[in-house]
Every structure is written in C-alpha cells, then in structure tokens.
C-alpha cells in the first residue's frame, strides 16, 4: 500500500495539534492557505473547487482523523449544510482503525422487497461476532426507498447502511460522530418527505411556489451525482 | 383503478381527443373497430411507463418491470437462463440493462432538481384516475394525472423529451398537444372532484445525457387554448357517435399552403 493511499495516522497524536488553528494565526493562515491551494485543484471534488472555506474545514477534518488531506476531500460530501463520509471510506477507516479482527463482511437473502442484508465483524479484544442487519422493510419503513439508489443498487445501500450502522455502534470513534454520506441522503430523503404532512402548499401564484421552492432544502441526492458523475480523467475534453 | 382499467375504460383521454383531432376515421380505428388490434407499446412508451413508476409509485416499480439479463441466447446456458428468466418475469414489463439504467439516471435527474423534487415530496397522489361527464356534450371522459398535490390544486405531469430547453418544450407541446391535456385535466378535476387546479405543471427530462431537467408551469393562455381545441374535440366526437359516421380527411382536392410559422 503507497502511503498516499493508506488510511494511517500521519502522527500519533493529530487531535492536540487540529486544534491549534483557533489559538495560533500563523497555523490559521497556513491551513487557510493550504485550502485555497486545494480549491483552486481541479483534481479535487467539484463540490470543493473554487470553495476555499469548504476545503479548509474539510482539512480540519482530515487533521482530527490523521488522513491524507486529499483522501478526505475526494471522500467527504456536505449535505444539507452537514459534512459526511462515503460509507466505503468509512468502512475502509474502520477495517484499518475499528476494533475489528479482519474486515467487515456481509451476507444477504432474499430478493426484492424481501431482501436483507447482515454486516458482521469479531471485536478483536472479546473475540465477540457483532453483526447489524438492514432490510427492504426497513428501508421503507424509514422512507429512504425514495432515494432512488434503493431501487438501482439495493444491495450496495443496504451493505453500506448496515455497516455505518456497526461502525456507529461498536467504534463511533472512527468516524468521531460524523454520518456518511448514504444516512445523511437517506435522512434528507426522509425529511423531505416528512414535510408533507408539515407545510401543505399554499401557493395561488407560482410566485408563491417559486419562494417556497426557494426556501426548500436542496435535494438530497446533489452532491452525490456530483461526485460520481464526474468524468475520468481519460475523457479526452478533460485532459486537454 | 389500474392502468390497465384504465385504459380500456371508454370514457373519453386526452388521447381520445388527439385521435379525433386528427380524423373521426381515426379515433374509430383506434378505439371503436371491434376488430381493432391492440397497440404493442413502443420502446419510448415502455420508456415512460417505467420512469413513471420509478419516480412517482417506486414502491410498485418492482412488481410491474424487470430487468432482462446480458445472457448469450445462441448459447446452451444462457438459453437456459434466459427462460428462466422468462418464466420468473412472468408479465412484468422487461427492461434491458440500458434502459434500467437510463430511467435510473433519469429519475436521479429529476430528484436532483430542486423544484422537481419540491413539488414530489408534497402530499399528493399519483395516478389516480378521475371521470366526469362534459357539460356541454355529455360525453363521460377520464384523466389520470401523473400527481395530484393538495387534491388537486397543483396538478404535475412528468414528460420525457430530447429537448427541455423553453423553446424545445414548446414544440413537444404544440407535437403533443399538451395544452389541451392541461385544459382537460384542469376540468377533469373541476367537474370529476370539485377541485379547483391552480397550477398545471410539466416536469420535463430529457431522455438522453446529461438528462437535464426543467419544469414548467402552464400560463393561463396555455389552459383557454386547449380547453377550445378540446371542446372543439369533443362536439366533433359527439357529433360522430351520434351519427355514427366516421369520416377521414377531405375526399376532393384541397389547396395546400406553407404552414403559417413559415410565412414571414
């Protein structure tokens, strides 16, 4: 593994030094420097390019985890205003740093809305298996079926809400209480409609419907085509 | 009311009125012909459907389409699988994995947009069939608008189109006649459940990369166009069942002119 890849502690005590910035201009001024670099990048996520406030706080992120600062970028999502991690890049976080012998796993049955699927890892220190398991009902029950992923990839949604859900229970540490990306969608798609029955829609004129749609949360699933709509770097118009 | 029902119900469509429109012989062979063939939905049809499904009743979408497996047919296993598959899809619509794809990022596109989305997460209802009798000629007629929010006072139809730029969309309305959908959905809700549509709104998506959306909403001139041309529809489709005469284009010569967009 090339240490620009790997997920490991850059030193053994980054939390006394990510706090040094509210404290220490010339460290303010670095990192705020550093973030100006990153959002300038185009090799950075186009949710972070040219916002150089987003870059910076996404570094104090990568500081308090010890990552590769640009790991974070390409891994963190803000949604609705809260930032948030691939579930991936949460699992791979907890398969090197959780409490875990050997990496999560998963197995599933069933099919359709039947389907079910179990995150299972052993806790190294007991020997204890601890597994979550995330349905179909489960989904929509919880109204994250309206994201439209459920649908296209099922089982992939379900491995990740499951085991974000494992992560959050046996190592919070790992992810020091942020969500990832997939609950955060999941809660926004939940909260829009939650709405429904909240604020019926009082619009005579489309006036009215424009300024309410103004005010509305963002859709939740934004920042994610973003990020993996993004061409390859092989597209020709890209590179040239 | 499924869709199924819904369209072997007699009661006069908007598409009713697009087949009179064009001719009396038209609508005939289309609806009255006792030996009419039914119509095998054609891929962008098929199109549509799912994306509706997907967008507006997900929770249906499984038991209505299926995606067909990448299987070999020439060869001995994939034919296997693919009447397995067969056997298993049972009258589920199949979709192939390109399609499933297309209508995924589509329905994404249309999620991602912020008044599309607005408008969908609103309490409303989709699909819900509504009849009505027309006051003027007495013919029974239905609608099924796409969804329904606060029972009726908004009413969304979502479109896909190769073009949802203003301009494109105008022509797939003056092609589709979608004015005079919106003026007899708009009195579908009026006289069919005493609602009193504000809005009537289109969600167009574009059926091909980058699946750009945009949505609008119909002007006033829009709805008293369509409810001309649609009443207009209607007296002629009353006039022909009560004469039982079905009648095509002109049987002499007519002059032909340039269309009037192209005179100046």
Redesign the interface.
Known sequence: MTESNAITRANSEPAAGSLAYLTDAACFEHIWRVGKAFAASRMVPTHFQGKPEDCFVALQMAMQLGVNPLLALQNITVISGRPGFNAQFAISLANQRGPFTGPITWSSKGK??DLAVTAKAVIAATGEQVEVTVDMGMA?AEGW????????IPEQMLRYRSATWLIRLYCPEVLMGFSSTEELQDMNTVQ??E???VT??K??T?DD??Q??AK?E?????EV?ITQDEPDATDADDIF | MDIAAYHADPAVSKSHLDQIARSPLHYWSRYVDPNRELIEPTPAMRLGSALHCLVLEPELFDGQFITAPAVDRRTKAGKAEWDAFTAEAGNRTVLSVDERAQISRMAEQVWCHKAAAYLLSQDGKAEQTIKWQDPETGLECKCRPDWMINSGQILVDLKTTEDASPAGFQRSMASYRYHVQAAHYTRGVRHGIAADAEQFIFICVEKKPPYAVAVYASTQLVISAGARIADRDLLRLAECRANKTWPSYSDQIETIDLPKWIND
């Open positions: 359709g809305n929509v079926t309206r994201n439209p992923k459920y649908k296209s829009r409609t709405v429904k029955d019926p829609v619009a005579s489309l419907l424009n309410q749609i509305a963002p859709p939740a699933a934004t085509v």
